[in-house]
């Protein structure tokens, strides 16, 4: 994707999914909340819709969790990540 | 007293000691830091382990075995994922029919004892009886 279509209040959507990660085509917008970038990205999941990640009928982000980090200096563009949650945890349920 | 992971290569040797500020005696918070190491080295991970401090067999908790199923998804892989008490560990596997159903085993062999005893050792460190517990 080119950076320079990336509004300020847009971002780039990476997606970690089966051993393989790719970024949307499209940007979506920074500030979208997790149930909907999940939801954004489970649909093109499911319909191959992410470059490099093979099509996923049954993908399933449940328990995947969104990482958000705000365009810098080096980075001039949002960007979003999807990737599977890490905690571990004796009594939390 | 801190919960503690490791990430193990295939010879179960560890690759990565995950031992962040935030962790507690009972819980090892979300960390995208723990995810980096994993997907760096998954063409040479078997699995993780982590501590639960108290006696007895090892069960994973619904939040651990969320992360077991939500790591394997991102991963594409099936891992070994140790749990390891004050006397005791298992290694979880996924074994089905459900998402989350996995099952524990037991089999220690000399590499798996070396890690298991650090781990018991870093998990313990600030404990007033830290480092009675490991057998
Ligand atoms: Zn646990």
Known sequence: MNQRMIGAS???LNITWDGQNGDLPDSVPFDASDAEIKAWASEALRGGGVPGVTAARRADLQDFVIDRFPA???????RLFVRPKTPFGIQCG | MIEVAVVLDRQHRPLHWHEPPDADAAALPDSRD???ALWAARAQLS???HSHLHRGRPAPSWTDLTTFAACEAGLGVRLSWWIVTLDDASCFTHRGPGRYDYTGRTAIDQETAAWIAELRRRSLRDHPAGGLETP
Do not use: F, I, S
């Open chain 1, 10 to 12: 847009q971002a780039r």
């Open chain 1, 72 to 78: 810098t200096d080096e980075m001039p563009y949002n």
């Open chain 2, 34 to 36: 723990l995810w980096e």
């Open chain 2, 47 to 49: 699995g993780v382990a």
